[in-house]
């Protein structure tokens, strides 16, 4: 059974702490994304890697960064955490083709007080 | 960037038949058309995708119109678990990480 993890499901932060997501599939997929969803946006981008050490930019990068070191793990770092990050946070992985479906983990609800 | 509409919400009786439909006037001859349902307190799963042809699987059917400027995924007879929110996107070729997400429709069956 394919899969997509996330390292918490939920985790609970306060402003100006480093936060790490971490993201591991076990597909050998070369594209893995990091997304948030707020209620009323639906999922947004927030940055995508196309390979190892290759990144990114999506919709909303800012306060964001991302590391891929090796091919099934991707993580998304949040610097120093605010207040308006607080939001669910969804990492998916997918083929190299638009024809790919992409396969999402069950997300990370962040909470940053 | 390619985008979709489709209504916030629809409701369905058990064992109907639920057609959600998605407009997507601006689709590109190379947008593969995607469908993924993402039920509570879960990440988003795929359900089916198609280019030009209707498509069928084991979860649901996709029809496409001919100029592709709409599709409507086909819930056969629709279950209690099949009330999820339905995202239709359109999904490049190659630069298929440029994709909208959108709102999509919420599901909701009716025992």
């Known amino acids: 059974d394919v899969k997509v993890t996330q390292s918490s499901r939920y985790l609970v932060k306060r402003t100006g702490e480093k936060v790490f997501l971490e993201c591991v599939q076990d597909?050998?997929?070369?594209?893995m994304f990091w997304y948030r969803q707020d209620p009323g946006l639906g999922l947004r981008l927030i940055y995508f890697s196309y390979d190892v050490k290759m990144k990114e930019k999506g919709d909303i990068p800012e306060g964001y960064s991302v590391s891929r070191e090796k091919k099934e793990r991707f993580s998304l770092i949040l610097e120093s955490a605010s207040t308006n990050q607080t939001s669910m946070y969804l990492c998916a992985s997918t083929g190299m083709t638009g024809r790919n479906e992409q396969f999402f983990g069950p997300g990370t609800r962040l909470t940053v007080l | 960037d390619a985008k979709t509409t489709q209504p916030n919400s629809m409701e369905s009786n058990e064992e109907e038949p639920v057609h959600l439909p998605c407009n997507h006037s601006t689709i590109s001859g190379t947008d593969y058309i995607h469908w993924y349902r993402q039920l509570p307190s879960q990440g988003p799963e795929y359900v089916i995708h198609g280019l030009t042809s209707n498509v069928n699987n084991r979860m649901a059917s996709l029809a496409i119109a001919e100029d592709r400027k709409s599709s409507t995924l086909i819930l056969h007879r629709a279950t209690l678990r099949d009330a999820a929110v339905y995202y239709c996107i359109l999904r490049a070729i190659y630069n298929f990480n440029k994709f909208y997400f959108g709102s999509g429709t919420k599901l909701n069956v009716k025992p």
């Open positions: 597909m050998d997929h070369e594209n």
